[in-house]
């Protein structure tokens, strides 16, 4: 009996909610007047492909001396280039960053360095880009096999963006106007008042997250980690009432 009650009181506070959705009561329409304004949300999302990929690896060396530690550096980063070469990159779309010389000393077993030298540490990074995005992903799933040749490569994740976000974002924008336009129509129409000019309109922040993600943050995301994204905008429209 009781397990009943609760089902038909659910069902009820459902429809009193359905209800409440489909029609502006005469107390909220009343409320929205002496305000002279009807707050709404606006809502755009679009599906957008990266049109920039990015690789990035860290070549890393190590000897006793220094002279035998670039050696090291530069036969790996020959065989790195040699890697790279099938790919196609022009070579504006490769570069090599400053050769980075470290020295490693003896750390004690609670981390403290001493000034026991224990070896020189070399290193230095390659990235390359280009706009076909494909080409970047199957680099980044193939570069592992060069570890099979001793180089000592760290790998970095491959990012993808898209170049013309901040053009897009403007479009979002309006897209997210107009869809807040549609929904103070309804309104209006429901609450039996008209529209006047926009008050205010406060743009949210942008969620760009893999697609299909249902992630969201309060201080937006910028998704670099996959090829086709989404992009979703929200925008706070104000409207005279009359």
Same mark, same amino acid.
């Given at each position: 009996?009781k397990?009943t009650a609760?089902?038909?009181?659910t069902?009820? @506070?459902l429809c009193?909610?359905?209800v409440w959705?489909?029609?502006?009561g005469?107390d909220?329409a009343l409320?929205?007047k002496?305000?002279g304004?009807?707050?709404v %949300?606006?809502?755009?999302k679009q599906?957008i %492909?990266?049109?920039?990929?990015?690789?990035g =690896?860290?070549i890393? @060396? %190590?000897?006793? *001396? &220094?002279?035998?530690?670039?050696?090291k550096?530069?036969?790996?980063?020959?065989?790195t280039?040699?890697?790279l070469?099938?790919?196609e990159?022009?070579?504006k #779309? +490769?570069r090599?960053?400053p050769v980075?010389v470290a020295?490693?000393?003896k750390?004690?077993e609670?981390g403290y360095?001493?000034?026991e030298?224990?070896?020189f540490g070399?290193?230095?990074?390659?990235?390359a880009?280009?706009s #076909?995005?494909?080409k970047?992903?199957?680099l980044?799933a193939?570069?592992?096999?060069i570890l099979g040749?001793g $180089?000592?490569l760290?790998?970095?994740a491959? *990012?993808y963006?898209?170049?013309g976000?901040?053009e897009l974002?403007?479009e979002?924008?309006? &897209?997210?106007t =107009?869809?807040a336009?549609e929904?103070?129509?309804t309104? @209006?129409q429901?609450?039996?008042?008209? &529209?006047?000019?926009?008050?205010?309109?406060?743009?949210?922040?942008?969620?760009?997250?893999?697609?299909?993600?249902?992630e $969201?943050?309060d201080?937006g995301?910028? #998704?670099t980690?996959?090829?086709?994204k989404?992009?979703k905008s $929200?925008?706070d $429209?104000?409207?005279? +009432?009359?």
């Amino acid at each position: 009996m009781k397990k009943t009650a609760i089902a038909i009181s659910t069902t009820l @506070a459902l429809c009193g909610t359905l209800v409440w959705i489909a029609t502006i009561g005469a107390d909220t329409a009343l409320s929205i007047k002496n305000k002279g304004y009807v707050s709404v %949300k606006g809502y755009a999302k679009q599906t957008i %492909k990266s049109n920039m990929g990015m690789f990035g =690896a860290t070549i890393k @060396a %190590k000897s006793p *001396e &220094l002279q035998p530690a670039y050696d090291k550096l530069a036969a790996d980063r020959k065989a790195t280039l040699a890697f790279l070469k099938p790919y196609e990159f022009p070579d504006k #779309d +490769v570069r090599f960053s400053p050769v980075e010389v470290a020295e490693k000393h003896k750390v004690t077993e609670r981390g403290y360095d001493t000034h026991e030298f224990v070896h020189f540490g070399l290193s230095q990074t390659v990235r390359a880009q280009s706009s #076909d995005v494909e080409k970047i992903a199957r680099l980044s799933a193939e570069i592992g096999e060069i570890l099979g040749q001793g $180089v000592e490569l760290v790998i970095s994740a491959p *990012e993808y963006i898209y170049t013309g976000l901040e053009e897009l974002k403007v479009e979002m924008i309006g &897209l997210a106007t =107009a869809s807040a336009a549609e929904r103070a129509k309804t309104i @209006a129409q429901k609450g039996g008042f008209k &529209l006047g000019n926009i008050a205010s309109v406060r743009v949210g922040i942008f969620q760009i997250t893999p697609a299909y993600s249902t992630e $969201v943050h309060d201080y937006g995301i910028n #998704d670099t980690t996959s090829i086709d994204k989404e992009i979703k905008s $929200v925008v706070d $429209v104000q409207y005279f +009432v009359r």
